[in-house]
């Protein structure tokens, strides 16, 4: 398979490179084509396109920020929202609400602190519960047990922003163009000129890395496809990393990468799905190679193990709904890389087939903060089957 820059976002030109042994992409060979990446088939001849740049450039390492840590946006003001903000840690009384306001909170402040929840639900889980975890490593608590008051005081005292706010539907988010469902299978999804979001609730939920049942719980009877209505999400984190990313930690047992900066401190923790029993993740020390937002996905069964081989050779087309979402870090071993999804509810849940899956603004966010060379270290072993 292989990545093609679709917007020259990063990238003068389009990269189209083969794969062989991931579910995801092989990293991109210097000024390639796809003449001599991708072999043509008597069903599928290879298509020309103009030579490509050195894809070994990535965007700056952000090393200070000009975001706010803290967003300033006012808090909604409905019930609900309400119930967010004023959420607090009862040792007498278990988390039963679903969504839970109290959860919700603690998603956003870990969000917002580069300890990413996954998607905000409001729901109890391994996700969340290792992003805790990481967040207590890093504040020198206990990183063991549920939740408590102590955790909440720690996080609220770093961040006094609001949790939710309200938000008014703007044009952009009504754009499009949306597909409606998405279709089942790579075949199906090669024929669409592009992989956009579903609809506006997908575009909606995905802008403020909320579950899509989330921003309906918070907005029932809305018509989202309205633009100037108002609806009720959360401030979720937008500021880059705080500091320069030394090395990339892949932790295929806890299902997490975490971002370290010079001296091994933890700068940003992410939920992820790292390969499986059947097609592990590589182990020991590799790096990063390039980054390639918007990429497309190429099927080549002369390459992989599965999938509909009788069909030859399939593009599927940019956009967050591709099979490796928006965003691919590709890293030095072979074949391998790090990149987005159009489940995010599933990070973390299932298995993959080798790489290393985020969410969509995760796999963003790291991409942004990354750099060709950055060292990236597999450890533990993976017990997804």
């Known amino acids: 398979m292989r990545p093609r820059q679709a917007l020259p976002a990063l990238f003068l030109g389009a990269v189209a490179i083969g794969v062989s042994g991931c579910d995801d992409l092989k990293s991109p060979a210097h000024k390639t084509n796809v003449a001599a990446a991708v072999p043509a088939t008597s069903s599928t001849p290879a298509m020309p396109v103009t030579p490509a740049p050195d894809t070994t450039s990535v965007a700056p390492n952000p090393t200070t920020p000009d975001a706010p840590t803290v967003p300033t946006t ?5 019930a609900m929202a309400q119930s967010i903000e004023a959420a607090q840690v009862s040792n007498d009384k278990p988390v039963a609400a679903k969504p839970s306001p109290l959860l919700i909170r603690v998603e956003v402040l870990l969000d917002r602190a580069h300890f990413s929840p996954g998607v905000i639900d409001g729901r109890p889980g391994g996700n969340l519960n290792n992003a805790l975890a990481a967040y207590r490593r890093v504040h020198g608590m206990n990183d063991g047990g549920p939740l408590d ?16 706010q309200s938000y008014a539907i703007a044009p952009e988010d009504e754009a499009g163009p949306f597909i409606g469902a998405l279709p089942v299978g790579i075949e199906a999804q090669s024929k669409l000129p592009a992989l956009g979001y579903t609809d506006p609730v997908q575009a909606l939920a995905a802008k403020f890395h909320m579950s899509e049942g989330l921003l309906k719980a918070l907005n029932p009877d809305v018509d989202f496809t309205k633009s100037g209505t108002s609806i009720v999400v959360v401030q979720a984190g937008m500021a880059p990393l705080p500091s320069s990313v030394a090395k990339l930690e892949v932790d295929k047992a806890a299902n997490q990468v975490r971002a370290l900066d010079g001296g091994g401190k933890v700068l940003a923790a992410f939920p992820a799905t790292v390969g499986s029993t059947e097609r592990p993740a590589p182990s020991g020390e590799w790096a990063v190679k390039a980054v390639a937002p918007n990429p497309d996905y190429t099927y080549d ?33 072979e074949t391998y890389g790090i990149h987005g999804t159009p489940d995010p509810a599933k990070v973390g849940k299932t298995a993959s087939h080798g790489c290393v899956r985020l969410t969509n603004w995760d796999a963003a966010a790291l991409g942004k903060a990354v750099k060709k060379g950055t ?11």
Do not use: H, R
């Open 375 to 385: 060292p990236v270290v597999f450890v533990g072993e993976t017990t997804k089957g």
């Open 301 to 333: 069964p002369k390459k992989l193990t599965f999938g509909p081989s009788s069909k030859g050779v399939m593009t599927v087309k940019p956009g967050p709904n591709n099979p490796v979402g928006s965003t691919w870090i590709a890293l030095t071993k």
């Open 74 to 78: 006012p808090a909604a003001t409905s």
């Open 149 to 164: 008051a102590q955790t909440l005081s720690a996080m609220t005292a770093e961040d006094k922003g609001a949790v939710t």
